[in-house]
């Protein structure tokens, strides 16, 4: 019990030594740090609203919704986590690509190029799956429950 708090400590503490280096590197680092930590507080929300969702489905009666709202649904839910997690993952996943001592700098920047267009390209994917998914019949009336309809 006592390893695993000292890992998680190390692993925390390794994690700010690569964000926060007194290193000219830094600047690249901290500036993905910030881009992409805004993301992540900005989708949020969307784990908030995937959750307000699961209730909706648990305490209305969605037995004879049919398959679009199952499709549809399924579409919206996992749109909603994936550009959270997409942001929040890549914070881990570029340490996780200059820790790697045997790689090379050429290989470390385009994994850095691939983790960046990457997120960029799931986050943007998403985020407009999203907004179709809530955009169907089907879940016209989440959507209004919520007071969705202006923010798609």
């Not at 914070?91 to 850095?112: D, N, R």
Request: hydrophobic share 55%; glycine share 6%.
């Amino acid at each position: 019990m006592a390893e695993s708090k000292e890992a998680d400590k190390s692993y925390i503490k390794e994690l700010f030594q690569f964000y926060f280096a007194p290193e000219l590197r830094s600047v690249a680092t901290l500036s993905f740090l910030i881009v992409f930590g805004y993301f992540a507080l900005f989708y949020i929300d969307g784990l908030f609203l995937a959750i307000k969702f699961l209730w909706y489905i648990a305490t209305d009666s969605t037995a004879l919704q049919g398959i679009p709202f199952l499709l549809s649904g399924m579409l919206f839910f996992v749109c909603l986590i994936l550009p959270f997690s997409a942001s929040a993952y890549s914070i881990f996943i570029m340490h996780a690509v200059w820790s790697k001592a045997e790689w090379k700098g050429v290989a470390k920047m385009i994994a850095s190029a691939a983790v960046i267009a990457g997120a960029l390209a799931i986050i943007a994917i998403t985020d407009e799956g999203a907004r179709f998914a809530a955009r169907q019949p089907s879940l016209q009336s989440f959507v209004e429950d919520a007071n969705l309809t202006g923010r798609i």
